[in-house]
């Protein structure tokens, strides 16, 4: 892999008359949190989608952990798709037996320990929770396996504060702790910085910066202040 | 992972439960159909108009209903928004196809099971209410029901193939062949009934709701339903390979 989780090539995708990605290239470091940041439309979640196999690119080359984005690979990916939402007819329990029989690498214990620490009753059913309830509880499915990406497509859109300090806190105690490679994509900027190692600025299809968050911020200030100078 | 693929069916073909309020609304329509249905027949049969037949024509919009299954079954992944889930689960698209196939061809099924044997029940119901009910003409139309559920059933799995191709169609880069895939429901949703000329007035009497003897299949049936599994199989396979490449998302 040469210390790579994701590497992209010239990719090229359209839609129609648009671009949604146009000569992309970018190299994430492997064993680390990368945030993927841009405006609506840059492009995040199509790269996101390609990495899972989902989307396949008009042309240039994908690899993810060295091999070509299918859904072999996804075996090795927990992935959290954008605006997705849960069965609704699945309990906080039931989830945890379908992504048990059905993820590989799910652990389904310490998804019991991260649901309660996110205050997620075993009993309630996706249909009766609020978004932010939901939003936390596909974050555990994905938080809770053992495989070396994980890859959350703005795990934070559409909740509220509170939810978002206890999904960020979480994510902090998860993900340090283990030898994970870890993409995020969000708005919420100044809230999860501090989660983040590596950083990708994309802007119309195309990587506009990439590097190591510490060096950005020595050279070019938070992230927000960054942000608000690529896309102003 | 062992046993995942019997997992899907399962899950897929038990999300036909309802739940919550929607599971009390589904009943509540359910019992005022019942109501309903039983008190028509029961008018019926005090005024001794009751024909059972009619049973059977209510059954003419099965085909259709067969592609919904299946149409439904897929289409609810995006209208819900869990095929992100359902299309980054770790197996061969045509495991996730099939699996979508096999669970809608089980409540297929069950559902012709329960309108089997709910049509003989009311049958007993209404011929016993007007005192028409002998044994010999009873079983003569219980035949008669059997063959044509048993034609709708081997119909079934070509219809839940072009519902399932016709939802993967809808999300994919072919959505403009839809028109298409609408007119093709249309017309195959009643080809059972005029390729097995089972209506026909040899076959049964109008006049007597037990005088069926005998059902004439006709021979070219014989290579026409075998030919619909065989396109069924090919429209699985069709489904899968445009949930692999073609999707729009």
């Given amino acids: ?232 | 992972m062992r046993g995942s693929f019997a997992y899907l069916v399962k899950q897929d073909a038990l999300r036909w439960k309802r739940s919550g309020t929607t599971k009390t609304w589904f009943w509540t329509y359910v019992a005022l159909i019942a109501i309903a249905v039983v008190g028509i027949i029961t008018v019926w049969s005090l005024k001794g108009r009751f024909d059972p037949l009619v049973l059977l024509f209510c059954t003419f919009g099965f085909p259709y209903m067969t592609f919904m299954f299946a149409y439904t079954m897929l289409h609810r992944e995006w209208k819900n928004g869990t095929y992100g889930w359902w299309l980054t689960l770790p197996y061969p698209r045509l495991w996730l196809v099939a699996a979508k196939y096999l669970s809608a061809l089980l409540q297929v099924l069950l559902f012709y099971a329960v309108c089997y044997v709910v049509t003989l029940l009311l049958t007993l119901y209404g011929k016993g209410l007007d005192g028409s009910l002998q044994p010999d003409r009873f079983f003569g139309f219980a035949k008669m029901t059997s063959l044509w559920y048993g034609l709708l059933i081997a119909y079934a799995p070509f219809m839940l193939a072009f519902g399932l191709l016709s939802g993967t169609v809808a999300q994919s880069r072919w959505k403009p062949l839809m028109p298409i895939m609408w007119l093709g429901f249309a017309v195959s949703g009643n080809m059972v009934l005029w390729l097995s000329k089972f209506w026909d007035d040899r076959v049964w009497n109008r006049s007597d709701w037990g005088a069926f003897v005998t059902y004439k299949w006709p021979v070219w049936l014989s290579v026409a339903l075998p030919s619909t599994l065989l396109v069924a199989i090919l429209f699985v396979l069709m489904s899968a390979k445009i949930v692999e490449r073609h999707l729009t998302t």
């Fill in chain 1, 1 to 232: 892999m040469n210390g790579c989780a994701v590497r992209c090539e010239s990719v090229r995708k359209r839609y129609g008359s648009k671009w949604a990605l146009r000569d992309f290239s970018v190299a994430i470091p492997e064993r680390r949190i990368t945030a993927v940041l841009g405006p609506n439309g840059a492009g995040k979640s199509t790269f996101f989608r390609m990495l899972c196999g989902i989307t396949r690119p008009d042309a240039g080359r994908v690899e993810v952990l060295g091999r070509t984005p299918g859904w072999r690979t996804n075996r090795d990916i927990a992935y959290l798709p954008d605006r997705a939402r849960w069965y609704g007819d699945l309990s906080v329990g039931d989830s945890f037996v379908w992504a048990e029989r059905l993820l590989p690498e799910f652990d389904k214990e310490r998804a019991e320990q991260l649901a309660a620490y996110m205050g997620l009753d075993p009993g309630m059913k996706a249909e009766g929770m609020s978004r932010g309830e939901e939003a936390r509880l596909m974050l555990v499915l994905c938080a809770a396996r053992r495989v070396p990406l994980i890859v959350l497509d703005e795990p934070f859109a559409g909740i509220d504060l509170i939810s978002r300090e206890r999904i960020v806190s979480t994510l902090i105690d998860i993900l340090s702790s283990r030898e994970q490679t870890v993409l995020i994509s969000t708005h919420e900027i100044s809230e999860t910085e501090s989660l983040f190692d590596y950083v990708v600025f994309v802007d119309n299809g195309q990587v506009a910066l990439a590097g190591d968050a510490e060096r950005i911020r020595a050279e070019r200030g938070s992230m927000e202040q960054v942000y608000r100078q690529l896309y102003r």
